[in-house]
């Protein structure tokens, strides 16, 4: 947006898995509170790219500056702490506890007493889930589970969230449901995000602007009019 400052940088980030490069020296950036798609092939090294970011992978060489910060070294807890939060591929809530004991452990971290039950009530209004407050998780919907997980990620008050595949076998409607949320998320809260997705028309309905990662390197970026159209981007991504 207007204004905005760059909240995100990598240097020449690199990732080997014995002989097979996943992450080939990328130059990232990002803006605060900007919504941005990453997509590509599978296999394109998405998925690496964002673990490199939340400190799940050590880089093999490259340099990860948030917020005007070299985080490179810095472990996962420390990363949140400076506000960096991830929604992963796999669900990370825990299914056995109520949607509101899911919510506990992250807020648990940032919040205490009396604001610790007003965060809990704004987070379950926030995303849907009042009604659902003692339902254990693994009764819940699967879109009220993406919402939940969201929800978790919300509460550490992150600068940063990153998405893995968040609308990966959901409905429509739960579809356009997670769509106006992350919008939310980037207009209201000026939250960045970096959202890995496949479905184009999800990718149209939220990007601010759209990476195209292929063998490990940004292919292409841009507007998403301009990455859709692009034909060699049909080429190496939709297959035609
Ligand atoms: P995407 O998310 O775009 O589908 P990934 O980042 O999962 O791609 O994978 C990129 C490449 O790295 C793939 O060739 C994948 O097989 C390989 N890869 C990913 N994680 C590992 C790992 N832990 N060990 C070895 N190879 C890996
Ligand atoms: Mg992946």
Redesign the pocket.
């Known amino acids: 947006g207007e204004g905005s400052s760059r909240i995100l940088q990598t240097r020449n980030l690199r990732?080997e898995?014995?002989g097979?490069t996943?992450?080939d020296d990328v130059d990232f950036a990002l803006e605060e509170g900007e919504l941005r798609c990453l997509i590509?092939?599978?296999?394109?090294?998405?998925?690496?790219?964002l673990?490199l970011l939340t400190g799940q992978?050590e880089p093999t060489a490259g340099k990860i500056y948030y917020d005007g910060h070299d985080v490179t070294d810095l472990p996962s807890y420390e990363r949140v702490d400076r506000g960096i939060s991830m929604k992963f591929?796999v669900p990370s809530i825990y299914e056995g506890l109520t949607v509101a004991q899911n919510l506990r452990i992250p807020l648990q971290q940032v919040a205490d007493g009396d604001a610790f039950e007003t965060r809990t009530r704004e987070i379950l209004e926030r995303f849907d889930l009042l009604a659902e407050r003692d339902t254990v998780a693994s009764n819940l919907s699967h879109g009220q589970q993406q919402r939940l997980e969201i929800g978790m990620a919300m509460a550490l008050e992150p600068t940063l969230m990153l998405l893995?595949e968040p609308v990966a076998g959901l409905s429509v409607e739960e579809t356009a449901e997670i769509a106006d949320l992350l919008r939310e998320i980037s207009d209201d809260d000026g939250v960045a995000l970096i959202v890995?997705e496949h479905d184009i028309d999800f990718v149209e309905s939220i990007a601010d602007r759209v990476t195209v990662?292929d063998q490990?390197s940004i292919f292409r970026e841009g507007s998403v009019e301009a990455v859709k159209s692009d034909p060699e981007v049909k080429r190496i991504y939709l297959g035609e």
């Open positions: 990732k898995f014995g097979l996943a992450t590509g092939p599978n296999g394109a090294g998405k998925s690496t790219f673990n992978l591929q893995d890995i990662l490990g």
